[in-house]
């Protein structure tokens, strides 16, 4: 079965720089998910999208933002990286319409700004 | 604000010993509970989701309990084997609009051979 995809696994920038990472949900599935799980930490949700519409924001940075193509496949764009961006990044996609609202991960990126 | 806890953060264990891990929420309006498993420095994997209408769900040597309104669930490992050893978390999706996962900080569980 088709899963959530993300690139690239593994990214280092160093600090000031910008990143893009992107996610590519499973098919059909219309809501995709970001969050950021730092080193020792619980994920922590970021940003959501339904239809290409921004449906929620939770502690996103300024810096950071993000957009859901036609295609359904996510982007989120990191600017002026800091040392604290370093974390590993989580995109997950669900199917919106019913009461189970399971989110299906994807592998992360890790991200190392040095 | 939803939040969500589980105790004890490690648990360390010697193989074939039945399990119990808790997960406390204190808003109990919710859509569900997923347990996920991760290995270190790895991606979520996705064990067990529980409606909030079910109480239970099973798959293999894993069984989720659901007691919504005491904002309480449970994972049962049976049999627990070395392979077992990975952090468990808890999440939930609170009802109100917001369909995003909120986590508990997990529990770090060392199945020794």
């Known amino acids: 079965a088709a899963g959530v995809i993300q690139s690239p696994r593994h990214l280092i920038k160093e600090k000031r720089e910008t990143a893009t990472l992107k996610c590519y949900p499973i098919?059909?599935?219309?809501?995709v998910y970001w969050y950021q799980q730092g080193p020792g930490q619980d994920p922590q949700f970021l940003i959501s999208?339904?239809?290409?519409?921004?449906?929620d924001k939770g502690s996103i940075p300024d810096r950071f933002s993000a957009q859901q193509f036609s295609d359904y496949h996510s982007e989120l764009n990191m600017s002026s990286l800091e040392l604290g961006d370093s974390a590993l990044y989580f995109c997950?996609?669900?199917?919106?319409?019913?009461?189970?609202?399971?989110?299906?991960f994807g592998p992360g990126t890790r991200l190392t700004v040095t | 604000k939803q939040e969500v806890t589980q105790i004890p953060a490690a648990l360390s264990v010697p193989e074939g010993e039945n399990l119990v891990l808790n997960c406390s929420f204190t808003?109990?309006?919710?859509?569900?509970l997923q347990w996920f498993r991760q290995d270190p420095g790895k991606g979520l994997t996705s064990l067990l989701l529980?409606?909030?209408?079910?109480r239970e769900q099973t798959s293999g040597r894993l069984n989720a309990s659901l007691d919504k309104s005491s904002g309480r669930s449970t994972l049962y490992i049976a049999a627990s084997q070395p392979g077992d050893s990975a952090t468990y978390l808890c999440?939930?999706?609170?009802?109100?609009?917001?369909?995003?996962?909120?986590f508990g900080k997990g529990m770090k569980l060392t199945v020794n051979p």
């Open positions: 997950a996609s669900s199917a919106s319409g019913g009461l189970r609202y399971e989110q299906y």
């Open positions: 098919p059909r599935h219309d809501t």
């Open positions: 999208f339904y239809e290409k519409m921004q449906s």
């Open positions: 808003d109990s309006a919710i859509y569900n």
């Open positions: 529980i409606q909030s209408s079910q």
């Open positions: 999440a939930v999706v609170s009802q109100g609009g917001s369909e995003k996962l909120v």
